[in-house]
Nanobody
Framework: QVRVKETGGGLVQAGNSLTLSCTAQ????????ASWWRQVPGKEREFVGT????????WYADSAWGRFRISRDKAGGILWLLFNNPQPEDTAVYYC????????????????WGQGTQVTVSP
């Protein structure tokens, strides 16, 4: 089973763009589809958006349209999340996830998870 790790988190000032990356710790990250999620303490993990690894098609949660952009390097096995104009309410732990099969992807059952990276947005 591939293990993945998120990088790029930290403290960012509101309005300054930020990019998170997700790569494999061993092997190559090559899921059927991948996604980004985020979680604030005391709340459920929230879906941000997803990407079809094969054709690069993306889909976002309603609250994420126009504010985040997901992309991937298919050959290199890298997943990215670009924040456009982050705000303090975007402060959370951000997770990348992969679905290893088409069945899992279309059922939104992600079976590859990173440990998360903290993003803190200051006013």
């Amino acid at each position: 089973q591939v293990r993945v790790k998120e990088t790029g988190g930290g403290l960012v000032q509101a309005g300054n763009s930020l990019t998170l990356s997700c790569t494999a710790q061993s092997g190559t990250f090559s899921p059927y589809g991948a996604s980004w999620w985020r979680q604030v303490p005391g709340k459920e993990r929230e879906f941000v958006g997803t990407i079809d690894w094969g054709n690069g098609g993306t889909w976002y949660a309603d609250s994420a349209w126009g504010r985040f952009r997901i992309s991937r390097d298919k050959a290199g096995g890298i997943l990215w999340l670009l924040f456009n104009n982050p705000q303090p309410e975007d402060t959370a732990v951000y997770y990348c996830a992969g679905a290893s099969t088409a069945e899992n992807y279309y059922s939104r059952r992600y079976d590859i998870w990173g440990q998360g990276t903290q993003v803190t947005v200051s006013p």
